[in-house]
């Protein structure tokens, strides 16, 4: 990537200390294909951050845990279908966050 030394990034040792990090997001958001919501149901403001998991597992069981009601779901087209693959997730959610806090 030829930008990527005008991107931020911070680096943690685990999951415990990102949490305790004064950089966090305020909110985050976890995507998931186990979620209820809906991403057009998700309300995103300024200072969220959204959470994926390995394209092949999803996330670990204490990472849906720990966000509880704030697992979000992209709809599909139709019961039945697979999944959408992590970077296309990725660009959806980002860029309707984009969208609802740009608007």
Same mark, same amino acid.
């Given at each position: 990537? $030829?930008? /990527?030394?005008?991107?931020?990034?911070?680096?943690?040792?685990? /999951? =415990?200390?990102?949490?305790?990090?004064?950089?966090?997001?305020?909110?985050?958001?976890?995507?998931?294909?186990?979620?209820?919501?809906?991403? /057009?149901?998700? #309300?995103?403001?300024?200072? $969220?951050?959204?959470?994926?998991?390995?394209?092949?597992?999803?996330?670990?069981? =204490?990472?849906?845990? /720990?966000?509880?009601?704030?697992?979000?779901?992209?709809? #599909?087209?139709? $019961?039945?279908?697979?999944?959408?693959?992590?970077?296309?997730?990725?660009?959806?959610?980002?860029?309707?966050?984009?969208?609802?806090?740009?608007?």
């Amino acid at each position: 990537m $030829d930008y /990527w030394e005008t991107l931020q990034v911070f680096e943690y040792e685990n /999951w =415990e200390h990102f949490l305790k990090s004064k950089q966090r997001p305020s909110r985050l958001h976890l995507f998931s294909t186990h979620a209820t919501k809906t991403l /057009w149901e998700t #309300k995103f403001q300024e200072n $969220d951050g959204l959470l994926f998991g390995n394209e092949g597992k999803g996330a670990p069981e =204490e990472i849906h845990q /720990w966000a509880g009601n704030n697992r979000v779901t992209i709809p #599909k087209y139709q $019961d039945g279908l697979r999944s959408l693959n992590l970077a296309v997730s990725v660009g959806i959610a980002t860029y309707e966050a984009i969208r609802q806090i740009s608007s």
